[in-house]
T-cell receptor, first 109, second 114 residues
């Protein structure tokens, strides 16, 4: 069975500082990885997915199969980035996503 | 499209009462998912349907929980009887038949059982 681990429940950084939210996974096959973001009391929204290889709101994430990681990075954090971030994995030919426990990011002024 | 629609947004009930949560997926999506969000455990998949058929209900906590999808545009998650430990935010999500389709989430129902 697959598993997604986000080791940090809480992460605080100052505005303008770099931020990295860690995500590790365990899955024997070829996974599809996602990052979802949830702003205060709103629905979860897709932030980015590894197959798109794009940057959204300044965030990027690279799938590292050797380290089984999909860390989310942004060089200069903004206060509006404060939110809950979930890393998720979809197994090959599956429909459902397996989520990590989430990281609450707070960007301080 | 209005997106995935869930009702009610908030539900406060007493222990022992029946609770019914509702979800309308995005039109044309053929997969529907129910997730539960808590501070301790994050997002857990409870059950998902494909073409209205339950595919995986291994995440349903116990017999008190049941879910139905009578047609492509409506699903319910029922808890009977409810208990305080069921307090959580329940999210519904849907996705299309495209294998690459991401999940689209509703606003969630915040359930409080006293």
């Amino acid at each position: 069975a697959q598993r997604v681990t986000q080791p940090e429940k809480l992460l605080s950084v100052f505005k303008g500082a770099p931020v990295e939210l860690k995500c590790n996974y365990s899955y024997s096959g070829s996974p599809e990885l996602f990052w979802y973001v949830q702003y205060s009391r709103q629905r979860l929204q897709l932030l980015l997915r590894h197959i798109s290889r794009e940057s959204i709101k300044g965030f990027t994430a690279d799938l590292n199969k050797g380290e089984t990681s999909f860390h989310l990075k942004k060089p200069f954090a903004q206060e509006e980035d404060s939110a809950m971030y979930y890393c998720a994995l979809r197994a090959h030919s599956a429909r459902q996503l397996t989520f990590g426990s989430g990281t609450q990011l707070t960007v301080l002024p | 499209d209005a997106g995935v629609i869930q009702s009610p947004r908030h539900e406060v009930t007493e222990m022992g009462q029946e609770v019914t949560l509702r979800c309308k997926p995005i039109s044309g999506h053929n997969s529907l998912f129910w997730y539960r969000q808590t501070m301790m455990r994050g997002l857990e998949l409870l059950i998902y349907f494909n073409n209205n058929v339950p595919i995986d209900d291994s995440g349903m906590p116990e017999d008190r929980f049941s879910a139905k999808m009578p047609n492509a545009s409506f699903s319910t998650l029922k808890i009977q009887p409810s208990e305080p430990r069921d307090s959580a935010v329940y999210f519904c999500a849907s996705s299309s038949a495209d294998g690459d389709s991401p999940l689209h989430f509703g606003n969630g129902t915040r359930l409080t059982v006293t």
